[in-house]
RNA sequence: GUCCCAGUAGCUCAGCAGGAUAGAGCAACAGCCUUCUAAGCUGUGGGUCGCAGGUUCGAAUCCUGCCUGGGACGCCA
């Protein structure tokens, strides 16, 4: 990285007047092909400026541009490409990462600065879904991002425990349920009765009449829908914590929709305070004409409330205990029109901090190309999948590696890995077409073939029994260990970007790159060999792998050092 | 109908604050384990970057229109 910001000023230098440090450092790029060096600057804008062809700028600079961080600078057509002094910065790298270990990398721009993140949320009395574990592992992620970049992550888990789903399902449980059958299966024998639900009700609209009635029931107190709706919550949020478990993802608060409940009047008073609030078609709602949006719906027409007033409600509630610097929502991108109401409606409430509030939207899980519906019943269970996969683990460590100690400790890690990995490769805002078969995979562009690099580059270090990780090195200059040293300085940016963009997918696609560029280094260096590269070659193998953790680390994945 | 998102190799996807020869993985085929973990590495084949215009020295990348798929659009969340 400083190489680049000392060709950046060493070309100002020679553009004086044209070109500031900054805009050079803007314009120079990475060349695609190794033999075209590490840092290039293209000449088209200066050719305009000096009306002269661009490849002999190019020529003029590279002649004048000299460092003893270079090895050489060259022109080639209208670049200017500078090849690195590999030895010289490799070892400044490495020494870097070595002093840093997994602090490298990290920023400092959030300040210990409060971020809430709502993420996960699912659904009780329903099972937890593959559309779910989006939110989860990618805001789990982006919460660990956030923590490398200096910010203090605030994990919000705002379980839908409320609204008038409830009521349905109460109902349901009224006309067919058994408490000995539930009890035995919960979350599996409530699913069938919400499907049952919306199946009967299709032919019979009372249903849904009934079911609106027994959520104002539970609304107001209804001490019966009150006992049934705690049960369903209990049951529920035990085998969701089963599966966080599994996964290591850990939260901060579990205050879910119904924890608003008491806090929700203060707002609609607060909105009516305002002269926000309007009566349309018997609901009360506020109007956003001037946003060019549909109104923002407060309060139904039979009295209850819905979801928009809970997020205004949790909102406000979270910047008064918080005082975030920013509030992130980890929610599909179904929900863009809510969330830009809801932010919308807090701004005309002038709530200045209303800028701070922020819809991280992702795409859905399909299945043959359509978005998967829960009130159908066609769910794939989220537990199953994960336990299969740790399976599938354990039967290659099995074939493997059947000495290796730890066995159902590192299965469960691979497995689970290979779940995480597979859904955080891919951008967010992509739909992805739900495919066990990818998810179960282990080769290729997967987790486990991260996971099994850093085993690899453990493994090696374990075996050098004389290194420290003090010993002087004096920097590698083969292409091979260069192409490692260059993804290992990119580490940083792409935290940074990641970060920025609110995209842990940059972290996942980096990391294959450099688990490539070292899995070809290991099959075509010889590492463990006498000679005085010996200590270099370590330092990079040791590196590599504080870099590889420290990614899969902010994916939310475990490293196993043995496979 | 209005708005949002996507369309890149047979499949899954990177690349998209414009830049040099469009990259991976899977699948197919051909190789590499008496030497650091073969969950790996090497090679071969495979592309009108949805279509048509426009901006630019230069477009997969930016703009406009169209086509295709998905989603959202008042009492679900």
Known sequence: MKGKQLFAKKIAEETIGVLTEDEVLEKIEFPKYQEQGDLAFPCFELAKVYKKNPASIATELATKTKSSYFSKVVSEGPYVNCFLNKKHVSKEVLVEIQTKKEAYGSLSVGQGEKVTIDFSSPNIAKPFSMGHLRSTVIGNAYANILEKCGYKAIRINHLGDWGTQFGKLISAYYRWGNEQVVRQDPIKELLKLYVRFHEEAEVDSRLEEEGRLWFLKLEQGDKKALELWQWFREVSLEEFKGIYKLLNVNFDSYNGEAF??????????????????????????????????????????????????????????????????KSVYVVGQEQSLHFQQVFLVLKKLGFNWASQLEHLPFGFILQNGKKMSTRKGKVVLLENVLREAIAMAEKSIEEKNPTLQNKSKVAHDVGIGAIIFQDLKTDPQH????????????????????????????????????????????????????????????????????????????????????????????????????????????ALVECAAIVIKEGLSLLGMQAPSEM
């Open 260 to 325: 608003y409940n008491d806090k929700m009047e203060e707002t609609i008073q607060l909105l009516k305070g305002e002269g926000l609030l309007s009566t349309s078609q018997g609901a009360e709602v506020v109007t956003l004409e001037e946003h060019n949006l549909p109104p923002c719906l407060i309060r139904k027409s039979d009295g209850a409330t819905l979801y928009a007033t809970r997020d205004l409600t949790a909102a406000i509630y979270r910047h008064k205990k918080y005082q975030f610097a």
């Open 431 to 538: 739909s992805v077409e739900f495919s066990l078969k990818d998810m179960l995979r282990f080769e290729g562009a997967t987790g486990p073939y991260v996971q099994y690099t850093h085993a690899r580059a453990c493994s090696i270090l374990r075996k050098s029994n004389r290194y420290n990780g003090n010993e002087s090195l004096d920097g590698l200059s083969d292409e091979p260990s260069w192409s490692v040293v260059k993804k290992l300085m990119d580490f940083p940016t792409k935290v940074q970007e990641s970060y920025e963009q609110a995209n842990p997918s940059e972290i996942a696609t980096y990391l294959l790159s450099l688990c490539r560029e070292f899995n070809k280094y290991y099959a075509h260096c010889k590492i463990l060999q006498e000679d005085n590269q010996l200590a270099s070659r370590l």
